[in-house]
């Protein structure tokens, strides 16, 4: 089977290497057809039948023919130059080649030459600078105005053609700045997600596990010579916690590196839901000493994103009331009311100072973040001097 994915993801690259090379490929043999034309033009027009070709047509042709090479190739090298220094260059040769020819008494144009110079103002237009696009749809101006001037004359039909084309060639590379614009911003978009989404996730672990993992360590060291059973319990946790830690660190690791043994992408989180909150309670606290929870209808069917949603608030609200008041009680209610799911934990014996802190966390800010993208509402906050209660309310039908 994994010879099977290989193959498939091989003819899949060399189809998108084919795909990606056609585009060249196409003008490499435009401009090579039109360069073959320019040549039997030139021969044609460079010979007079009375007198035959004369030094200055032989000399005007010679420059023609070798600016359309430059320029072409120019055009062709476009995307492995810098745009300032291939579009500046192929200006540069087409001006001085207008004044050679001219110069030379052979005024022809070169459809090569024209055409790469269309390509290449598309190109420059494109991906300059915005400064440097208009310094390129100047400069393709002047050029095609040299062009028309010193190789034809002054004819108001070709000017008029000229001024046409390079209109359509600047038009073509703002619509092409439009869309590279647009992918850019689209990619930065979707980037800065996922450092939202990673950071939240690496606040989950690191923050769930490590803080439990400090308290049952400072539980086993309070009851360590006491209850040496209660000690081994604390172990216990702090080896479970840790392994999860582990485990999702190397989910982490795994989906930044895009590795996953079917070819998939490997996912990021764990796909928790309201079945997986009893578990949580248990684990933070084994005994419900000081823990209550009141679920109802566990295995009700939730849009997309709510119970992994209400999972990670409970487990946020957990983890804050374990490390500012550890020794308060906790209260956990998640229910349904009039297509709501409402959450609700609240806990008391709460430190003084720490209502400050656990406001500015970035758990509660990831956790508000998530609660507003599905349309719900979260208020975290004091009661009173020694309470602190976070109440959610996610919308269980599709938002218009």
Known sequence: MTTSSDGGRGRLGSLAARLKAAPKIAAFAVLALLLVVDFELAARLAVVPETGPTDGLIAGALATAFVAVVVAALALARGRLPAALGVGSAFAVSLLGSGVAASAGAPWPSLTESAALVVLTVFGVRAASLRGAVAVGVGALVVALAMTLLRIGVDGTAILLAVLVWGCA?????????????????????????????????????????????????????????????????????????????????????????????????????????????????????????????LEDADAPLPPGVGESAYRVVREALTNARKHAPE?????????????????????????????????????????????????????????????????????????
């Open 328 to 400: 308060g009680t906790t209260a956990v209610s998640v229910r349904v009311v009039d297509a709501e799911l409402l959450l609700e934990i609240e806990n008391d014996g709460v430190r003084a100072g720490s209502r400050e802190e656990g406001a500015a966390g970035f758990g509660l800010t990831g956790l508000s973040e998530r609660v507003t993208a599905l349309g719900g509402a979260m208020r975290a906050g004091a009661d009173t001097p020694d309470t602190w209660t976070v109440s959610v309310t996610l919308p269980l039908e599709p938002q218009q």
């Open 170 to 294: 600047v038009i073509g590379g703002v619509a092409g700045r439009f869309v590279r614009l647009r992918r850019e911003s689209a990619l930065e978009a979707a980037r800065r997600a996922e450092r939202l989404e990673l950071a939240r996730e690496l606040h989950d672990v690191v923050a769930h596990q490590v803080t439990g993992i400090v308290v049952q360590a400072q539980a086993a060291l309070a009851v360590a010579r006491a209850d040496p059973e209660r000690t081994t319990e604390a172990l216990a946790a702090i080896e479970a916690a840790g392994t999860e830690a582990l485990a999702g660190m190397r989910r982490m690791v795994g989906a930044i590196r895009d590795e996953h043994g079917d070819g998939e992408p490997a996912p990021m989180t764990v796909p928790y839901g309201l079945v997986d909150i009893p578990t949580l309670v248990d684990r933070f606290d084994p005994g419900h000493e000081r823990t209550t929870l009141h």
